[in-house]
T-cell receptor, first 112, second 114 residues
Framework: GNSVTQMEGPVTLSEEAFLTINCTYT??????LFWYVQYPGEGLQLLLK?????DKGSNKGFEATYRKETTSFHLEKGSVQVSDSAVYFC???????????FGTGTQLKVEL | DSGVTQTPKHLITATGQRVTLRCSPR?????VYWYQQSLDQGLQFLIQ???????AKGNILERFSAQQFPDLHSELNLSSLELGDSALYFC?????????????FGPGTRLLVL
């Protein structure tokens, strides 16, 4: 079956630090890959997505590249802000049904 | 604001009771999904509907059921509630329920079973 593995959190960084959150997946077929973000007390928001190998998704300074050879979709940002503090979920969807399989989430805390 | 609405925002009830959670998808979206977020299980897919028909089923308990109505809103019914059903329940919607589509999530309903 499909599965997503994310690095354990929490990740604590100083403002303007470089961020990497690792995500690897196992899937049948050719999945679409997503990063969702959940701010405290809110629902999930799509951060970025990639639908085929070597695609790069990007949004708000975050980016992730779909790497089929390493089955990875690591999230990166060059300079984090306090407002980026949230929980980040890596997810995939396959086939016609489109149900999302999520990783466990990685909590990011950014301090001044 | 994703355009997906969920009611109620919070629900407190007792074991053995039954509750109904409601979701209205984004305008134009035909597919609705339900997910459960709990501390021990994480985010899990429950069920998907497309234009009134059940399309996919995940880890949904037999005590839970859902439906999508002709106006495309959806309801998730949880019965014989147990303490372990306490969780955040999200509804999401997408245009046609296909693999590459973005799902837009509602703010969730937080259920507490006492």
């Amino acid at each position: 079956g499909n599965s997503v593995t994310q690095m354990e959190g929490p990740v604590t960084l100083s403002e303007e630090a470089f961020l990497t959150i690792n995500c690897t997946y196992t899937a049948t077929g050719y999945p679409s890959l997503f990063w969702y973000v959940q701010y405290p007390g809110e629902g999930l928001q799509l951060l970025l997505k990639a639908t085929k190998a070597d695609d790069k998704g990007s949004n708000k300074g975050f980016e992730a590249t779909y790497r089929k050879e390493t089955t990875s979709f690591h999230l990166e940002k060059g300079s984090v802000q306090v407002s980026d503090s949230a929980v980040y979920f890596c997810a995939l969807a396959t086939g016609g049904g489109n149900k999302l399989t999520f990783g466990t989430g990685t909590q990011l805390k950014v301090e001044l | 604001d994703s355009g997906v609405t969920q009611t109620p925002k919070h629900l407190i009830t007792a074991t053995g009771q039954r509750v109904t959670l409601r979701c209205s998808p984004r305008s134009g979206d035909l597919s609705v999904y339900w997910y459960q977020q709990s501390l021990d299980q994480g985010l899990q897919f429950l069920i998907q509907y497309y234009n009134g028909e059940e399309r996919a089923k995940g880890n949904i308990l037999e005590r839970f059921s859902a439906q999508q109505f002709p106006d495309l809103h959806s309801e998730l019914n949880l019965s014989s509630l147990e303490l372990g059903d306490s969780a955040l329940y999200f509804c999401a919607s997408s245009v046609a329920g296909q693999g590459q589509e973005t799902q837009y999530f509602g703010p969730g309903t937080r259920l507490l079973v006492l």
